[in-house]
């Protein structure tokens, strides 16, 4: 299990995974609609990793494949992985697959992660590196949560060595203040 | 659905740029708690019931089974956006600590909530008993200098101070050549910006 606290480990489970009930349950209002505070077998609900992940163990619901890794995806990824919007099918795309596969056993996420990684991760690179900033915004709209903290490495660590070879200030005001900040009267 | 809010407080953090400080949520980290005692109501009468049922009907009994483990994972769920909600808020009053001195600005210290506030001031006061039991000022910056004066500019009224070496009139956009050690805290505190070139 990742870091107790991370956050970004907690937003990936929150990530909504279909799945049908095995069991009924009693004293559960999951749903405004359901009045009577019971869920029948066989009910079809979208349930978030964590609680998904813990009844499926238990066997009472099933877990299926959420709908980010169904054929379209798969075949867009085949096409040209490094401009397919992961970000609006879901930002967790990566933690999410590695989590999903240690319930269902499909054998094929993990090499369709891994082929969407090594195309995308060129791209974000070569963008980060070169792009003017103009240039970006619609670029990264499409990365997920990880993508962009790989860009955003790659950007500072691009602004650091242009620093170091011009020489720039070594001091600078402490990060946790701000930034946006101006001198009164300016 | 179950532990939606406690998630709306964990993606709060999320978006708030790294390394900086949003206004503590008390209104939702209330209703999180609050969540979470219907949970517990829930679960513990849930439990009751089972007890009542006894071992005889078992269907009826793994309903209730279910139910209760739905509740209790909630909890579990809920008290971990919790901890890490006030953990990670946490770190960066640490980090405050080691680089703004003990002078919180205004506009940060009405972000923490007063526990934390509490915390900030305990923890640098520590620092300072620490540094200074060791005579070394560990918050300052860990490369050698080419040269122990660098050239700043002042950019708020800071007044005349007794400097190191000198007595100092810092006045707004006076610019001096100060010691690298007089001149760090300023900067850091965002009060002059370092000159190059």
Excluded at chain 1, 85 to 98: N, T, V, W
Excluded at chain 2, 51 to 57: I, R
Excluded at chain 2, 101 to 114: A, G, H, M, T, Y
């Amino acid at each position: 299990m990742a870091n107790y606290y991370d956050i970004d480990d907690i937003l990936a489970d929150e990530e909504l995974v279909p799945a049908v009930f095995l069991e009924a349950v009693n004293g559960v209002g999951l749903f405004e609609s359901n009045e009577a505070n019971r869920i029948e077998p066989r009910s079809k609900v979208e349930l978030p990793f964590w609680l998904a992940q813990e009844l499926h163990l238990r066997q009472a619901v099933s877990v299926n494949i959420p709908p980010c890794f169904n054929k379209k995806t798969r075949e867009e990824i085949g096409a040209d992985g490094a401009h397919v919007d992961l970000r609006s099918r879901c930002s967790y795309f990566y933690e999410l697959g590695c989590k999903i596969v240690q319930l269902i056993g499909d054998k094929t996420i993990g090499s369709l992660l891994l082929v969407a990684f090594q195309t995308r991760y060129k791209e974000v690179l070569i963008k980060a590196h070169t792009a003017a900033s103009a240039l970006t915004p619609k670029f990264l709209s499409l990365l997920t949560k990880e993508e962009t903290k790989l860009y955003d490495a790659a950007k500072s660590s691009t602004a650091a060595f242009k620093t170091w070879r011009m020489g720039g200030p070594r001091f600078q005001k402490a990060a946790v203040l701000g930034r946006k900040r101006k001198p009164i009267g300016e | 659905m179950y532990g939606r809010k406690a998630c709306q407080l964990v993606k709060e953090l999320e978006n708030s740029e790294s390394g900086q400080l949003t206004g503590f949520n008390t209104d939702l980290f209330a209703q999180v708690i609050e969540q979470c005692d219907g949970h517990v109501n829930n679960l513990q009468a849930l439990l009751r019931k089972m007890q009542e049922v006894g071992s005889e009907n078992q269907t009826a009994k793994n309903a209730d089974h279910f139910g209760a483990l739905m509740h209790h994972l909630s909890l579990v769920r809920n008290k971990r956006c919790l901890m890490a909600y006030v953990y990670n808020r946490a770190e960066i009053v640490q980090t405050l600590g080691w680089t703004v001195d003990c002078v919180l600005p205004e506009e940060i210290e009405e972000k923490l909530s007063s526990s934390e506030r509490e915390y900030f001031k305990n923890h640098s006061a520590t620092l300072k008993s620490y540094m200074s039991d060791l005579d070394i000022d560990l918050a300052l910056d860990m490369v050698p200098p080419k040269d122990p004066y660098i050239k700043v500019r002042v950019l708020e009224e800071i007044g005349t101070v007794v400097l190191s070496d000198q007595l100092a009139n810092l006045a707004r956009h006076a610019i001096l050549f100060l010691r690298r050690t007089d001149a760090e805290q300023y900067i850091a505190q965002g009060k002059m910006e370092e000159l190059t070139g």
